[in-house]
């Protein structure tokens, strides 16, 4: 029984490092695909019979089991011969080569009464002999492949050539062994030395996995800073230069008033046509100036956010389209706000513009303007709907660009922006900003913010407000 349990323990162990070799060759990318897959159906192959042989009993099948865990992985391992082109649809190959080798190794553990038997007079039968050998000399093949493909340096691959290499040795060996006599766990030994490299490799490839996150983390840390340092140089440079622009802005726009003041009149019609001109201009490129400097400042997070009564917050955009809501006739309904950490002055902002926006651009109708606030997983998911104009979808990129219309100014009012800020704002909070609308049938924004973010400290229920 010691022996048993023994003998339990290599081979569940031994199944178990196969199955992890075959996912780690399988997560592989780049590199000899000709070697990789072979080897990970094999494993496949072996992990699951051995699997099964640990936990069989000395019998046919017990030795069926091993024997054909043998033969399947030589013959797995022995496709390394194949034209390398065979191996270049590597998604076929994740996708389909699993489930196919699993598939054959269940078949082989229920139809096990169909195949010859393994054990006579407590002898290892031809069959037996002939399965472990044929299997070992597979093994060897794949191993002659490799060796001649094998680079310096190539670490992996000199693993890959002695798992091979010992698998193959003992199912040569197993040709000369009785079962518990000392032949037969001299070729398990061989087995648990191959299963030991298996396992090096794998240690080898969990060290570089490490290795290339810390890389990879150091690099994305850089980046951060990278950014950040230039949103700051980027902020620096939105106020410089909204401040140089708007003396001389401010200049042009005081002269043409004087002149308007002064001559209005006293010229002819085209003059005054002119300065009205002029100041009309002026006066969008202050408002662009301003656009650009809002824009500039949207999303930042230098601010500390708090939990905020999302209904709070609502009310305040309301107000402030009081006049808005007043002249169009519109009707705003809501459901319950939640608390959400944000930064208030600016999701005040985003509300107000999507709110605005359906006032806006309501079309024939009174404007009839529904928000929700919805709780998914880690985010709620604010939307605000309208019965307005509505928006082609071939239009629903170009409406989050900076100064992009859809309508003139004569029309509607504005610079085109809105849109823009309430975006950057919404992904400034680790959210995103999206829509559905047609033609006609009027448009529903969303933008989803997450449900965590800041101190809990700040947080006071709707309860104790």
Do not use: C
């Not at 240690?203 to 340092?229: D, F, I, K, T």
């Not at 965590?452 to 309860?463: H, K, L, N």
Request: zero cysteines; hydrophobic letters at 50%; charged letters at 20%.
């Amino acid at each position: 029984m010691e022996s048993i349990a023994l003998h339990s323990t290599l081979e569940a162990t031994g199944a178990m490092i196969a199955l992890f070799m075959a996912a780690a060759l399988l997560q592989i990318r780049s590199g000899d695909k000709w070697r990789v897959f072979p080897s990970a159906a094999g494993f496949i192959a072996m992990g699951l019979l051995d699997a099964f042989h640990a936990a069989a009993m000395p019998g046919q099948g017990f030795v069926l089991l091993h024997s054909m865990a043998v033969l399947m992985g030589g013959l797995l391992f022995s496709l390394v011969w194949l034209p390398a082109r065979v191996f270049d649809h590597a998604a076929t190959w994740r996708r389909w080569m699993p489930p196919v080798v699993a598939a054959v190794a269940v078949f082989i553990l229920v139809a096990r009464g169909v195949f010859p038997a393994m054990l006579r007079d407590g002898r290892f039968t031809t069959a037996a002999l002939a399965m472990n050998v044929l299997g070992g000399l597979l093994f060897i093949a794949y191993a002659v492949r490799l060796s001649i493909s094998l680079r310096a340096g190539d670490i992996e691959g000199y693993l890959l050539f002695g798992t091979a290499a010992l698998f193959g040795a003992a199912g040569v060996v197993f040709r000369y062994s009785s079962v518990w006599e000392p032949t037969w766990w001299f070729w398990h030994v061989l087995r648990l030395g191959a299963y030991t490299m298996a396992f090096l490799y794998i240690y080898r490839e969990y060290l570089g996995l490490v290795a290339s996150l810390s890389v990879a983390n150091h690099r994305q840390q850089r980046a951060l800073a990278e950014l950040e340092r230039s949103n700051a140089e980027l902020e620096q440079f939105a106020n410089a230069a909204s401040h140089d622009l708007q003396e001389p802005l401010r200049m042009v726009t005081s002269n043409v008033q004087l002149l308007a003041t002064r001559y209005e009149g006293r010229l002819d019609e085209d003059a005054d046509d002119f300065v009205k001109y002029a100041l009309d201009g002026a006066a969008r490129m202050r408002a662009i100036i301003d656009d650009l400097l809002a824009y500039s400042r949207a999303g930042a997070r230098g601010q500390v956010l708090k939990w905020t009564d999302a209904q709070v917050i609502l009310d305040k955009a309301l107000a402030n389209l009081q006049v808005a809501i007043e002249e169009s006739g519109a009707t705003i309904t809501s459901s319950a706000m939640p608390f959400i950490a944000v930064d208030a002055s600016q999701i005040l902002q985003v509300f107000q513009n999507l709110i605005g926006n359906a006032i806006k651009f309501h079309g024939s109708k009174p404007p009839d303007i529904r928000v929700d606030a919805v709780l998914g997983d880690d985010t709620w998911t604010f939307s605000v709907a309208d019965n307005g104009l509505g928006i082609s979808p071939q239009h629903f990129d170009r409406i989050f660009m900076m100064f992009q219309r859809l309508h003139g100014r004569t029309e509607y009012p504005g610079s085109g922006i809105g849109l823009a800020i309430s975006r950057k704002i919404v992904e400034g909070h680790g959210g995103r900003m999206w829509l559905e609308s047609r033609p006609g049938e009027g448009s529903t924004f969303f933008f989803s913010l997450p449900t965590e973010g800041a101190e809990p400290i700040e947080y006071q229920s709707r309860q104790d407000s």
